[in-house]
């Protein structure tokens, strides 16, 4: 069995360049929230930051005229040596502090061949969540026409033992310390530690025995399926162009990202809420009633999940589930109603806070759900293969990972 999860070498960005500018929230947050990009914005200023070589979700629409400046910076940062190599065939072992509390992680690269998009895959690295199609290309279009790769992908490993992420931070005085920063709009703290040569050694020992001992599912993606994915797609399409020797070590094969302990106790499960925009919250939610009464549902009064609107905020239970998941209904609801509606757009919102403030509104409607036990994910992923789409968050928004290690995808 090949290992999956590799050491790479990682670019940061150099002493003179590293600020709390550099990092910035994960492109997939505050979609609807446009404000705050621009908030970001203005705080970033002139100095160099990873939001010059992202494309916020916001924005995607404007993708033809945002990715030409972002591939020029990214080949500015790298002409300037405003980033550089400073971890050579390692990892970087993190360390984030949010209000819950200190998560810890190990940023790496993923080999793409062990990674598989598909709901019945049997490969070692799976997604969470089923994959849009639609949302896959824009993602590509990006990574086709980049340098360099900067991840917001957070990967999973069920270890409840700590044999791995846990022993590397426990040595964590033994190691070279790279950035010490703090994360701006309420981020928290981040800091990352280079792990190289003999510990470089063990952790991929390690890595690869708990591989090997999982005899199936090894690593599932908790944040960033779609990026994932997208990375995924074009892999495979430039493997096509590759020889069989180039394909083997090709930079592209490979993606950076983060894997992090489902024991963590700062990891929490979030739920992540639905917000209908341009249709009266009443006429949604008659809607739905008459979808789940059609599928031999019914909505009775509870806390299961709420929905909000601008006079409306009711708390509901679903019987006749047989077994299936709330949110499974809602989204399922949801795609349908979009479909007879498209004059309706539905953003899937972290935080209840920010989900509660665009449901109420005027023409929104909110559907405010309760998360998954995070200890079923990985038995539901080995039975069933993917979770409904947007089933969990790991956090908040604003506890998401936050940019920082980045690594060459070209020659």
Avoid at 34 to 55: Q, T
Avoid at 204 to 224: E, P, Y
Wanted: net charge negative.
């Amino acid at each position: 069995m090949a290992p999956c999860f590799l050491s790479a070498n990682i670019l940061l960005p150099s002493y003179g360049a590293m600020s709390d500018a550099w990092p910035v929230v994960a492109c997939d947050q505050y979609v609807s929230q446009p404000e705050y990009w621009e908030e970001v914005n203005d705080l970033v200023g002139d100095k160099p930051s990873s939001l010059r070589v992202i494309l916020p979700e916001a924005y995607l629409s404007e993708r033809s005229e945002r990715i030409p400046p972002m591939r020029e910076a990214m080949e500015n940062y790298l002409s300037s040596s405003i980033l550089t190599e400073q971890v050579k065939q390692g990892f970087v072992l993190v360390e984030r502090t949010t209000e819950a509390g200190v998560r810890i992680g190990l940023v790496g690269m993923v080999d793409l061949e062990s990674y598989g998009i598909e709901a019945d895959s049997k490969l070692p690295i799976r997604a969470t969540e089923g994959i849009v199609p639609s949302r896959v290309p824009p993602r590509v279009d990006v990574r086709r026409q980049a340098p360099l790769e900067i991840p917001h992908i957070m990967l999973l490993i069920d270890d409840a033992k700590g044999r791995l992420i846990e022993t590397v931070y426990a040595q964590r005085g033994h190691l070279r310390q790279l950035y010490d920063t703090a994360l701006m709009k309420n981020g928290g703290h981040l800091r990352g530690y280079a792990v190289e040569g003999d510990a470089a050694e063990t952790v991929c020992r390690t890595l690869m025995d708990m591989q090997n001992q999982s005899k199936g599912l090894f690593l599932a993606v908790g944040d960033g399926n779609h990026s994932l994915a997208a990375a995924k797609t074009y892999w495979e399409e430039r493997k096509e162009t590759l020889s069989a020797e180039e394909a083997m070590h090709h930079p592209a094969r490979y993606a950076l990202a983060e894997i992090v302990n489902l024991h963590c106790p700062a990891l929490k499960f979030e739920p992540i809420h639905r917000v209908v925009f341009h249709m009266n919250a009443q006429k949604v939610l008659m809607a739905f009633e008459e979808y789940a009464t059609s599928r031999g549902m019914a909505l009775l009064p509870g806390a299961d999940f709420y929905v909000v609107g601008k006079e409306l905020e009711t708390g509901f239970s679903i019987s006749g589930l047989n077994g299936r998941l709330i949110v499974e209904i809602v989204q399922d609801f949801l795609s349908s109603y979009e479909e007879k509606n498209p004059q309706i757009a539905v953003d899937y919102i972290h935080g209840e806070k920010d989900a509660l403030s665009l449901a109420r509104k005027p023409e929104c409607c909110g559907f405010l759900l309760k998360s998954i036990d995070k200890r079923d994910l990985f038995p539901a992923i080995e039975a069933g293969g993917v979770l409904p789409r947007k089933t969990f968050s790991m956090g908040e928004a604003s506890e998401k990972r936050y940019y920082m290690e980045c690594r060459k995808i070209a020659y």
